[in-house]
Structure formats: C-alpha cells, structure tokens
C-alpha cells in the first residue's frame, strides 16, 4: 500500500535559519501530496500541496517541489520564526478510491529566538 | 469560515466504558474520516465515510465502529474502551470531485483527546 516517510525529529533552529524537513513516499500511479502543520493544541491546517510532478506548492514562505524521479516532497523555508513552531506532517492521496489521506510520523520544529 | 467542530476537547473514561466522539461538519461533504494521533506513528485512519449510512474500515478498526446517520454528522464510537485507545482523535472531512477541484484537500477539527483509565 501507499506510505509516507519523513525524518524524525524534533528539528530544533535558531530564528532565520534555513529548513529542510525530508518527505519520501512510496505510491501506486500519481498521488497528490501535501503538508500538513499543526500548532500546539489545535488540529491541523493544510500548508501547501502539489498534485502533479514538478508541481511547487508554496505557503507563508515555505516550498516543496513534486519529484517523482525521487518520490520526494521535501518542505524548505529560507527563514524560520519561532512562531513557525509546529509539528509537520508530509501526506498523499490518490485521486482514485478512498479520499483518505496516508500521513507520516511527523516531524517536529522548534525554532529558538 | 468553513467548519469541522469535534464537540469534546478533552475526555476522561474507564476501562469498559462505551465513548461517543462527535463530529459536525458545516461545508455539506460528502467525505468524513476518523484518525487516531500517537506520537512517531503521525495519523492513521481508522473508518471513513462516502456517503449518509456508508461507512468503509481504514487501516486500525479494531474496537471501533462509527455512524453516519445525517450528512453532517460522524460519530465514532468505542464500544468498550482499552486504555490503549488513549490517544488524540481527529475529524475531517472532504467534498467528492478531483484533484484539480480540491476534492482531496481535508478540512479537520481541533482534536478530541482522550485518556482511558
């Protein structure tokens, strides 16, 4: 079946710096993928998504890019805040079947002042 | 402002005990989802629903059931509680169509936490 893997965490930067959080995923024909944020006690809110290769989803700074060459979904900011302290979730769907998504473990983020 | 709303944060039960967990969606979806959150396993999905009375098994049933009597409305119910049930469970919800629609964007509540004892 569809899977989703992400790096584990928590990934810890100081304010301004570069992020990368990795998303690799395992898929049947030509899934959509997303990033998912949830802040501390709430549920979570869609960030960005991509739904066909070399797709770029963008959202409040931050980018992935659709690879299927790789079956990557990589997220990257160029400048954190601490308020973009979050817990990330890389996830697919198929357009096809069931409408659920596949999520990974999450990941993370804390960003220091 | 488009709508999922969990009617209880936060939930205290006994082992054996019957939990309900309400879900109401006001965007009129025909999709509605259950998932549970653990920490390092993200979400999995536990029932799903297409339609009014329709529902479908997701990846981890086992102790489950759920219902779906108006469009709006999702409840997940476990039967008898185990107090590996602790966990936060998630509502969320999709209208029918493609990709390009945004069929598969999910809209999700803010969680329903429960602690069995």
């Known amino acids: 079946g569809d899977s989703v893997t992400q790096m584990e965490g928590p990934v810890t930067l100081s304010e301004e710096a570069f992020l990368t959080i990795n998303c690799t995923y395992t898929?049947?024909?030509?899934?959509?993928l997303f990033w998912y944020v949830q802040y501390p006690g709430e549920g979570l809110q869609l960030l960005l998504k991509?739904?066909?290769?070399?797709d770029k989803g963008s959202n409040k700074g931050f980018e992935a890019t659709y690879r299927k060459e790789t079956t990557s979904f990589h997220l990257e900011k160029g400048s954190v805040q601490v308020s973009d302290s979050a817990v990330y979730f890389c996830a697919l769907t198929q357009d096809t079947g069931r409408r659920a998504l596949t999520f990974g473990s999450g990941t993370r983020l804390q960003v220091q002042p | 402002d488009v709508k999922v709303t969990q009617s209880s944060r936060y939930l205290v039960k006994r082992t054996g005990e019957k939990v309900f967990l309400e879900c109401v969606q006001d965007?009129?979806?025909?999709?509605m989802f259950w998932y549970r959150q653990d920490p390092g396993l993200g979400l999995r999905l536990i029932y799903f629903s297409y339609d009014v009375k329709m529902k479908e098994k997701g990846d981890i049933p086992e102790g489950y059931s759920v219902s779906r009597e108006k469009k709006e409305r999702f409840s997940l119910i476990l039967e008898s509680a185990s107090t590996n049930q602790t966990s936060m469970y998630l509502c969320a919800s999709t209208q029918t169509g493609t990709a390009l629609s945004g069929a598969n964007v999910l809209t999700f509540g803010a969680g329903s936490r429960l602690t069995v004892l």
């Open positions: 991509a739904t066909k290769a070399d």
């Open positions: 898929a049947t024909g030509y899934p959509s």
């Open positions: 965007m009129d979806h025909e999709n």
